[in-house]
Structure formats: C-alpha cells, structure tokens
C-alpha cells in the first residue's frame, strides 16, 4: 500500500503560500526542519492533506509548556483558506512600516483568531435564527 501524501506549504505574512514539496508526512517534516532561510518570506510551515485544504499540522514559533506550537494547536483541522483569511485581516490591522518578527505576529494572529471564531459564531446564530 503506497505511503499517504501530504502537502508542505509555506506561509507569508499576509496569508500568501506556496507549496514547497509532497511527500509523506515524515518528508514534509525534514523538509520543514531543514529548509534553513530558504523560505525567508515565508515562515510558516504547514503541512495540509494532499488536496492542500485542510491543515494536518502546523509548526509556528510560541510553543506551550509541551513545546507544542500553539499555532498548531489552533489551526490544526481548519481549512487553509481560513487560515489565509486570518493571516490576511491581522497584516492588514498591522500600521504601515512596523516590522514584527513572527513572534510578535503569532500573538496577535493567536488573539485575533479567538475574536474571528466568534465574530463567525453570531454570524451562524443570526443565519439559523438563535439569539
């Protein structure tokens, strides 16, 4: 039985990816790990179904105390356009000219995210009639 496929992509601060590479998960990962700056522009990693839509795991640079990447703990099982949507909203709140290093970015991406689940949350319950 072939090996499962996945899709490595790489994402910029403004929600814009690229796919870097299909292979299995354990060669999306090494070619995560060892992509050095190559992907300067692009520095989140993502790792989506083959199809890329769906995220199946996604490194980032805050980790929790089990060195878990709370970007993954987010965003893992969401839809990459969602993701990409967020991305977006959060560069274009950022004030033309200030730089952030993605650290800094990841703290805002992380609490604009609960805001976006909710903001999505009333626009369901407006949709089906709940009050």
Not at 1 to 7: C, I, L, N, T, V
Not at 25 to 39: A, I, L, Q, V
Not at 44 to 54: F, Y
Not at 87 to 102: M, S
Request: glycine fraction near 8%.
């Amino acid at each position: 039985m072939p090996e499962k496929q996945y899709r490595l992509i790489c994402m910029a601060f403004d929600g814009d990816y690229v796919t870097d590479s299909i292979g299995s998960m354990e060669d999306c990962e090494n070619k995560s790990s060892n992509m050095g700056s190559n992907w300067y522009f692009y520095p989140w990693h993502i790792i989506t179904t083959i199809e890329g839509k769906i995220i199946v795991k996604m490194f980032g640079g805050i980790i929790d105390n089990e060195l878990n990447p709370l970007m993954g703990i987010k965003f893992n099982g969401r839809k990459i356009d969602t993701v990409k949507t967020i991305f977006k909203e959060c560069c274009d709140k950022i004030e033309e000219g200030k730089e952030l290093n993605i650290y800094e970015f990841e703290e805002i991406i992380l609490e604009y995210q609960d805001k976006y689940e909710r903001r999505k949350q009333i626009e369901l319950e407006k949709r089906v009639g709940i009050e």
